[in-house]
Structures are given as structure tokens and as C-alpha cells.
């Protein structure tokens, strides 16, 4: 256990009550602790939110393993991580799933990491897609955020439907789509058309899993985060260096999300090159800013013109969770005609599906047009 400068076990109040922390720099004191993950796990659990681990209330002089507070803080939440991961590997080998609250440099390697606990407001909706961006900058991919907020507007109510349906437009570009919240925040416990704004987001966030999975492959080779800052895109602009408010969303996407109450419009930046208005089909010159209509139903998002979207077909996805993904349809469209004539992408899994103007689809098994 973590011992206080004295060598007793060290004892403090943080946000769950009172006791002392499990020292996961020493090597029993972690393997007690993943024993008792691992009891749940063997009971059918396959995932594992490893909350808290941020280690900022550690003191300067408490130790664990052979360092010093101060300095283990920096490592805790790693170490908590490592731990749960190898819980699941050892019980669920292949098939855990892991996410950890906090994280420090070199932690986006394990697991998925959440943004923490907004607040359900339009302001911390815009500091989560500041926090969104900045995240990606420092490479982290695989990200995640309560939907609608998890402690409520003022902490007593729960999220408005109108940022409800604003927050589940931006799960829906996100590379998982998750929602978690201390009120009643389910979408049927809203009214009808709330309801059915939720569903569709849900629905094209399951629809573009082909794309994610894909971007999530290329992350794991070379580190090119899913969420794409416009200054990763255009270092050399310092226009580019200033955008908090829109992304790129694997290789083809852009993405703004409305982050005002009652919005009817809002100026969107966009990227060099030709883009496609994912709603009304309309072709926009980028670099540049644009005003973009955004009723309620509409998050504004832009496809890169000649890009090849592979997407699983919406009546396939809208069946529900029972249909293994291998059954399920992918659909590749081609969004306007690529400039150079010729146009290629590769599914998580390597296949290769491509268009040219001379030879038209080359297309896998399992993939429709």
C-alpha cells in the first residue's frame, strides 16, 4: 500500500470518502488488485471504467514502490491502466474493452479515454470540443465523452433536449458514441421528436463503423489520430492554429458541431480543397470560412470532394444488435468525381476498394455501391 513519510499506510479523504490507495507501482500490491477485477470479469464482464487514477492528491512525501509521491503521480494513472488491461487480457483475451478517465503522455496507448464529467451546458459543450482537439493533438485517438453531460445543468437537472440532440450529433463523429449520466437522461424518457433526432444519430454513428474502424487502423500504424485538428491538417497556416470549434473526422470528414443555444446558423472554417455539403449536396471552395444553415436535425458536416465513404447500410444497422458485422452490407459511395480521375481507400481489415474514371469499381466481396 502507499506509505506516508513515516512508513504507515497513508490515509487521506478524496472524492469517494476516506482510505488509502492502492500502490500500483509495487508489484503485489497490483497483482492483489487486479485479482479482485478479474472476480468481476469471470462473472461475464468485458469492460472495465477505470475511474479516477488521476493521482494529483498524492502528497510530496508519501511513496509508492521506490518513488515519491510527487513524482508517482505522473505514473499512476498509467500503472492503473496497464493493471485493468491486463485483467482483461488474462480473463477476456481479445475482447476487453478498457477506459480510463485521466491520462497523462504516452497513456493513449492503452485503452479509451472519456472527457471526464461536463457539465450539461453549452458551455461545456464547447470546452469538450476545444478538449476534443486539443486531446487529438497530443495523440490521442481512441476518445470517447458522456453524451448530454454526466452531472446535469446546475447539477440538479438533467440535460435540456435541445443539448441533448447537439451533444448526440457530436457522439455521433466521435470514434465511440457513449452515454453515461447521474440524471434521467435516456432518450425515450424525452419527448417523440427528440427521440427520433437521438435514434437518427445513433443510427449513422453505427452506420459509419467501416470508416472509424478504418481510420482506427491507420492510428494504430502510424499514429494519426481519428479526430484531425486543422492544424495537424495545415501546420503552416496560423489561421489553422485557432480553430476549437470544428474537426476532421478521419480522412474524409469535417466536422462542426453547434455549440449555441438556439443556433440557426454558425461560421464554419473550412480546410483547403473542394468540399461536398453533406446535407444539401452543394460544392464549397475551403480555406475559408462559411456560414452554414443548422436547424436542429442538422449538424454541419462537409465530405472532401472525391473521397470513398464505406459505410454499413442503414437497414442492416437499424436491426438491431443481434447481426454479426462480418453479415452486415458495406456500402462505398463516392462523394463527387476525384480531380486526378482515380480514387482508393483500405478497410480496417486491408481490403482495398477503388474508382477510376477509365476502369469504374474495384470492389471485395461483401461491398456494395
Same mark, same amino acid.
Given at each position: 500500500m502507499v506509505k506516508d513519510a513515516d512508513g504507515d499506510p497513508f490515509v487521506s479523504r478524496w472524492w469517494m470518502g476516506t482510505g488509502s490507495p492502492v500502490d500500483l507501482l509495487d508489484e503485489e500490491s497490483e497483482r492483489w488488485w487486479r485479482e479482485q477485477a478479474k472476480g468481476a470479469l469471470r462473472l461475464g464482464v468485458e469492460g472495465i471504467k477505470a475511474d479516477d487514477g488521476e493521482g494529483y492528491y498524492l502528497p510530496e512525501d508519501v511513496r509508492l514502490g521506490d518513488t515519491s509521491g510527487a513524482r508517482a503521480a505522473w505514473a499512476f494513472g498509467g500503472a492503473y491502466r496497464r493493471s485493468m488491461q491486463r485483467a482483461l487480457d488474462e480473463v477476456h483475451p481479445g475482447r476487453g474493452v478498457l477506459f480510463g478517465r485521466c491520462g497523462w503522455t504516452g497513456q493513449q496507448a492503452i485503452g479509451m479515454t472519456w472527457?471526464?464529467?461536463?457539465?450539461?451546458?453549452?458551455?461545456?459543450?464547447?470546452?469538450l470540443?476545444?478538449?476534443?482537439?486539443?486531446?487529438?493533438?497530443?495523440?490521442?485517438?481512441? =476518445?470517447?465523452? /458522456?453524451?448530454?453531460?454526466?452531472?446535469?445543468?446546475?447539477?440538479?437537472?438533467?440535460?435540456?433536449p435541445e443539448l441533448l440532440v447537439r451533444w448526440a450529433q457530436l457522439g455521433a463523429f466521435t470514434p465511440l458514441m457513449q452515454a453515461h449520466g447521474r440524471?434521467?437522461?435516456?432518450? =425515450?424518457?424525452? /419527448?417523440?421528436h427528440t427521440l427520433e433526432l437521438y435514434r437518427g444519430y445513433v443510427l449513422l454513428h453505427e452506420m459509419l463503423v467501416p470508416y472509424i474502424r478504418a481510420a482506427a487502423a491507420t492510428a494504430a500504424h502510424c499514429g494519426l489520430p481519428i479526430v484531425r485538428p486543422l492544424a495537424l491538417l495545415q501546420p503552416g497556416d496560423h489561421v489553422a492554429w485557432s480553430v476549437a470549434d470544428a474537426f476532421g473526422f478521419g480522412p474524409a470528414l469535417w466536422v462542426a458541431p453547434v455549440l449555441e443555444r438556439g443556433a440557426a446558423e454558425r461560421e464554419v472554417m473550412l480546410p483547403r480543397g473542394r468540399w461536398i455539403e453533406a446535407w444539401s449536396g452543394e460544392v464549397v471552395e475551403g480555406g475559408r470560412e462559411?456560414?452554414?444553415?443548422?436547424?436542429?436535425e442538422r449538424i454541419p458536416v462537409s465530405v472532401r470532394e472525391g473521397s470513398i465513404v464505406v459505410t454499413y447500410a442503414a437497414e442492416s444497422v437499424a436491426r438491431g444488435l443481434g447481426e454479426e458485422d462480418a453479415a452486415k452490407p458495406l456500402v462505398a459511395t463516392l462523394w463527387g468525381e476525384p480531380r486526378?480521375?482515380?480514387?482508393a481507400v483500405r478497410l480496417a481489415d486491408g481490403r482495398r476498394i477503388a474508382w477510376s474514371r477509365r476502369q469504374g469499381w474495384e470492389l471485395p466481396d461483401g461491398v456494395l455501391v
Open positions: 472527457a471526464g464529467d461536463q457539465a450539461s451546458d453549452f458551455w461545456s459543450l464547447r470546452q470540443v476545444a478538449a476534443t482537439i486539443s486531446a487529438a493533438a497530443s495523440g490521442f485517438s481512441n =476518445w470517447s465523452h /458522456d453524451v448530454g453531460g454526466y452531472i446535469g445543468e446546475a447539477m440538479v437537472r438533467r440535460c435540456p440524471m434521467q437522461q435516456e432518450p =425515450w424518457t424525452y /419527448d417523440a462559411v456560414v452554414v444553415a443548422t436547424p436542429l486526378m480521375g482515380r480514387a
